[in-house]
């Protein structure tokens, strides 16, 4: 099993204990790279698959979970409740289509090419995520290694911060994704990734600002 950790504001690791997120231990601030230092926030596009490859095998994420933390107790139900609907989907969304260009895009991971994916990472987040390309996606030189990614299927659990008004303004989405690749040599390999993202909305879309992730891959039947 692999594991990485990118230190987060102690506000978004506290939603993630409360999720039962990651296993992994989190290191103290001090030793860690701030990742609310960046200003930048990227335009997110994806990839075009070309016919020389067959279509990503369909896939989103299946929310089982999902709730707020009231900046105020005085906010109106209502409120809540549609700024956590809105947020929930549009995470699920973007989760889902960064598993597909990390994962499951035969156009990106049978060329190592798995920048798409991380456009969907922020300021040092991305940088760091740049660095751990094999435990983030199907990995280096995945296709010389399998021959076709299949059976993907994943779920979420997402907690939503919202301000005194009611917006969202933080999130932690608790991943759990799994899928079949078949392997150039023979036999399958069970892919399986366990992590745990926290999120802030932007112009284009939430973005992760930090992870925490496991892997947990090995060969099937």
Same mark, same amino acid.
């Given at each position: 099993?692999?594991a990485?950790? =990118? @230190? *987060?504001? !102690? /506000?978004a690791?506290?939603l993630?204990? !409360?999720l039962?997120g990651?296993h992994?231990?989190?290191?103290?601030?001090s030793?860690?790279?701030?990742?609310?230092?960046?200003? @930048?926030?990227?335009t997110v596009?994806a +990839?075009?698959i070309?016919?020389a490859?067959?279509?990503?095998?369909?896939?989103d994420?299946?929310?089982?979970?999902? $709730?707020p933390?009231?900046?105020?107790?005085?906010?109106?139900v209502?409120?809540?409740?549609?700024?956590?609907?809105?947020?929930v989907?549009n995470?699920?969304?973007?989760? $889902?289509r960064?598993y597909?260009?990390?994962?499951?895009?035969?156009?990106d991971?049978? &060329?190592d090419r798995?920048g798409?994916a991380?456009?969907?990472? +922020?300021?040092?987040?991305?940088?760091?995520?740049?660095?751990?390309v094999? /435990?983030?996606? =199907?990995?280096r030189?995945? !296709?010389?290694?399998? $021959?076709?990614?299949?059976s993907a299927h994943?779920t979420?659990k997402i907690?939503v911060? /919202?301000?005194r008004?009611?917006?969202?303004?933080?999130?932690v989405?608790?991943?759990?994704f799994?899928?079949?690749?078949?392997?150039?040599?023979?036999?399958?390999?069970?892919?399986?990734?366990? !992590? $745990?993202y926290?999120?802030?909305p932007?112009?284009?879309?939430? =973005?992760?600002?930090?992870?925490?992730v &496991?892997?947990?891959?090995?060969? *099937?039947?």
């Open positions: 099993m692999m990485a950790v =990118l @230190v *987060v504001a !102690g /506000l690791v506290g993630a204990v !409360g039962g990651s992994a231990t989190t290191t103290s601030a030793s860690a790279p701030s990742a609310a230092s960046s200003s @930048v926030t990227p596009s +990839t075009p070309t016919s490859f067959p279509k990503a095998p369909p896939f994420f299946h929310v089982l979970k999902s $709730s933390v009231r900046g105020s107790p005085r906010t109106r209502k409120v809540v409740r549609e700024g956590t609907r809105r947020a989907r995470i699920r969304d973007e989760m $889902s960064m597909r260009l990390a994962f499951l895009d035969p156009a991971w049978r &060329h798995y798409p991380f456009q969907l990472f +922020t300021g040092d987040a991305r940088e760091t995520a740049r660095k751990h094999t /435990l983030l996606t =199907l990995g030189d995945a !296709g010389k290694r399998f $021959s076709a990614v299949a994943g979420l907690q911060l /919202l301000s008004g009611g917006h969202p303004f933080t999130a989405a608790t991943a759990d799994r899928a079949r690749a078949v392997r150039a040599s023979g036999g399958t390999t069970l892919v399986h990734s366990l !992590g $745990s926290f999120l802030r932007s112009k284009h879309g939430w =973005l992760i600002f930090g992870f925490q &496991h892997r947990k891959d090995h060969p *099937v039947a």
